[in-house]
Nanobody, 126 residues
Framework: QVHLVESGGGSVQAGGSLRLSCAAS????????MAWFRRGPGEERESIAA????????FYDESVRGRFTISHDNAKNTLYLQMNSLKPEDTSMYYC???????????????????WGQGTQVTVSS
C-alpha cells in the first residue's frame, strides 16, 4: 500500500505561481512512476505530467508544457509540481498518483493499480 499526501494548493491571481508537493509513504520501493492529474467539478480527470522516479523520462500534457515542471526528490520520497504563469483554466483539484513503471507507459491514462492522494485545490482568479 502506498499513501500519498498532497500539499501546496491555494488561491493565486492569474500569472502567479504555486508549488505542489506529494509525500509518499508505505510501500514506496515498488513505485516506478509518479504523476499529477487534475479534475474540476463535473469534469473528466485530466493528465498533467508524469516521470520515472528511477530513470529518465518526463511527460507533459500540451496544456501545461513550458509552464509546469514536475520533479522528484528520491531522498524525501516527494513529488513536486512547480506551476508558473497560472491561468484561470488551471483552477482544479490536483491529485498525485503513483504506480509501477506501468503508469508512465499508460500516461496520460492511469492504470487500474494507481494509488491516489486526496487532492489539493488550486484556484486561479483573473
Amino acid at each position: 500500500q502506498v499513501h500519498l499526501v498532497e500539499s501546496g494548493g491555494g488561491s493565486v491571481q492569474a500569472g502567479g505561481s504555486l508549488r505542489l508537493s506529494c509525500a509518499a509513504s508505505g510501500d514506496t520501493a515498488n513505485i516506478g512512476c509518479m504523476a499529477w492529474f487534475r479534475r474540476g467539478p463535473g469534469e473528466e480527470r485530466e493528465s498533467i505530467a508524469a516521470l520515472y522516479i528511477r530513470g529518465s523520462g518526463i511527460f507533459y500534457d500540451e496544456s501545461v508544457r513550458g509552464r509546469f515542471t514536475i520533479s522528484h526528490d528520491n531522498a524525501k520520497n516527494t513529488l513536486y509540481l512547480q506551476m508558473n504563469s497560472l491561468k484561470p483554466e488551471d483552477t482544479s483539484m490536483y491529485y498525485c498518483a503513483a504506480d509501477s513503471w506501468r503508469l508512465c507507459i499508460s500516461f496520460p491514462k492511469a492504470t487500474d493499480r494507481t494509488s491516489w492522494g486526496q487532492g489539493t485545490q488550486v484556484t486561479v482568479s483573473s
